[in-house]
């Protein structure tokens, strides 16, 4: 029992690290071969679909995720209602992204050939991580939504790197993203068919109340999904907006870099946050007790000698890339990562036991703040500021959620 354990957490953390290792890399040479313009470029693009993406699904593929965990083994034809009825909401509420979709990428001024296949893009993301997170409902599948993730970056990789000599950069970063969304999409589609739950009817009987308690019901599974995963995004895209895309490059090689710190913190969230949460359904409080405030320590002395290190090589890294090294935003980013590495396992704990709605309103409110300081400090101290207001937004949301969770434990002891 512990050696398989030991394996799906290998698979688990090997495969994720390995994406964004992949991630890294695409940052690493376009930083190298095209300088600061082009990769920042490439950086608004890529968070502009991965934030857009997060938008279109809702937070679904999360709430399909965790219904067929419990479904999976005891009723089939629920489970592939479940994912017929997923299906057609992620769907039926696609047209309502379509102007947000149209205004961001004419934003990047792109013309209407590029902004309809970068729209094409987002819709086959938002499949991916559909079909993934079913995969990842049949607990033993779990990890191909980390191997779909890793493939759609390799594809861009090895596209960038075949035809760079043949077609104009930027049209080439365009299409390399769509090939991978299309490609790792087809792969999640076959994958989930092989395994039997197939869609079939899809538009047979909808049932707009079942559709309204599908939006309802993934709504703060959307809501923790965009606090962990798209402040970060949105940074990127607002520092855009206020500085020269070569200044957004800075910020986003810097960004990716210390990114890989967080990876080993992964395997820590995802053990420890389902054994608390295993904890606190069985009333051991102090056990759940221990296990926070051991993940907590794990997480943040994990996290340090990962940032310790690459602050050691980047006297290597950052010369080889044609890269400058800056400390002060080295530390900002670096501070950043530390609260980030705590909140991931915070939220998930909270995500476990499902009180993940409690944290609604206050990511609403670290979001908040992210845009209000980004627009006061980003004008004036370019990426300076754009690193503080993703300072200010971690700090937010980490407190917020250590709150959340001790006011639970306080009101439950009694």
């Known amino acids: 029992m512990k050696v398989k354990v030991f394996l799906n957490l290998f698979k688990y953390f090997g495969i994720k690290f390995f994406g964004v290792l992949s991630s890294s890399i695409i940052i690493f040479y376009l930083q190298k071969k095209y300088g600061n313009e082009i990769q920042g470029f490439y950086g608004v693009l890529s968070n502009s679909i991965l934030l857009l993406t997060i938008l279109s699904h809702f937070g679904i593929p999360s709430l399909v995720s965790l219904q067929m965990a419990y479904y999976n083994k005891h009723n089939v034809n629920r489970v592939k209602q479940i994912i017929n009825n997923c299906l057609k909401t992620i769907l039926i509420i696609q047209p309502v992204f379509i102007p947000l979709l149209i205004y961001q990428f004419y934003n990047i001024t792109y013309s209407f050939t590029d902004v309809a296949l970068l729209c094409i893009a987002i819709f086959s993301n938002v499949l991916i991580y559909f079909y993934a997170y079913v995969l990842r409902g049949l607990s033993e599948y779990g990890w191909m939504i980390f191997f779909t993730e890793t493939s759609r970056w390799v594809i861009v990789l090895l ?63 959307m809501v923790a999904s965009f606090g962990m995963l798209c402040i970060q995004q949105i940074n990127i895209i607002q520092l855009s907006y206020y500085q020269p895309i070569a200044e957004v490059g800075f910020f986003n090689f810097t960004f990716k870099y210390l990114m890989i710190t967080i990876m080993p913190v992964s395997v820590i969230s995802a053990k420890y946050a389902h054994l608390t949460s295993e904890y606190y359904f069985n009333k051991k409080y102090s056990e759940v007790r ?15 000698i990962a940032i310790t290190f690459l602050y050691a090589i980047s006297s290597y890294i950052y010369p080889f890339v044609n890269q400058k090294f800056d400390y002060k935003l080295f530390l900002l980013i670096g501070g950043s990562m530390l609260l980030f590495s705590l909140y991931g396992f915070w939220v998930s704990f909270l995500t476990q036991i499902k009180k993940s709605n409690s944290i609604v309103f206050t990511l609403f409110l670290a979001i908040i703040c992210n845009l209000i300081v980004n627009y006061i400090v980003t004008p004036k101290y370019s990426y300076y500021g754009t690193a503080i207001s993703d300072l200010v937004s971690n700090l937010i949301m980490l407190i917020s959620c250590v709150y959340i969770i001790f006011n639970f434990l306080k009101k439950d002891e009694k």
Request: glycine share 2%; with cysteine; aromatic share 16%.
């Open 159 to 221: 596209t960038l790197l075949l035809f760079q000599d043949i077609i104009e950069i930027k049209k080439l970063i365009v299409f390399s993203i769509l090939l991978s969304s299309l490609l790792t999409f087809t792969l999640a589609y076959f994958k989930t068919k092989y395994l039997g739950y197939n869609f079939s009817y899809l538009f047979y009987k909808i049932n707009l109340n079942g559709i309204k308690k599908t939006l309802f019901s993934s709504l703060s599974l």
């Open 290 to 304: 221990k296990n926070l405030a051991f993940s907590s320590i794990a997480s943040l002395c994990i996290t340090a």
